[in-house]
């Protein structure tokens, strides 16, 4: 499968985005997905999941009540939604997929996921 990430921009402080991460080659409700990020000087960190069947999600508790996850398998694409942005949520923007588990189960381990997209970037200044 391959990812395609979109979405990315310059924001304000307090603002909203949302990333799309579209899937071709296989459907990607065959997947779980996630989204992880990656500042400069530091590690990739994970972010939200979403499990294939898309009634379980997680997320990361730095973002907890700022961002969802959800997917729409008809159109084989995964969001996420963003609001209230930090200055500290700037960073590169990743949705990766796994085929691994069952339906009803997300991961929030990057080591867990098959495929990645490029990435999209995300910067939130004044």
């Known amino acids: 499968v391959q990812l395609q990430a979109s979405g990315g921009g310059l924001v304000q402080p307090g603002g909203s985005l949302r990333l799309s991460c579209a899937a071709s080659?296989?459907?990607?409700?065959?997947?779980?997905m996630g989204w992880f990020r990656q500042a400069p000087g530091k590690d990739r960190e994970f972010v939200a999941a979403?499990?294939?069947?898309?009634?379980?999600?997680g997320h990361a508790d730095s973002v907890k009540g700022r961002f969802t996850i959800s997917r729409d398998s008809a159109k084989n694409t995964v969001f996420l939604q963003m609001t209230s942005l930090k200055p500290e949520d700037t960073a590169t923007y990743y949705c990766?997929?796994?085929?691994?588990?069952?339906?009803?189960?997300?991961?929030?381990?990057?080591?867990?996921?098959?495929?990645w997209g490029q990435g999209t970037q995300v910067t939130v200044s004044s």
């Open positions: 080659g296989r459907t990607s409700s065959r997947y779980a």
């Open positions: 990766a997929a796994t085929s691994a588990g069952s339906v009803s189960y997300y991961y929030r381990a990057d080591y867990q996921y098959e495929y």
């Open positions: 979403i499990s294939r069947n898309g009634y379980n999600t």
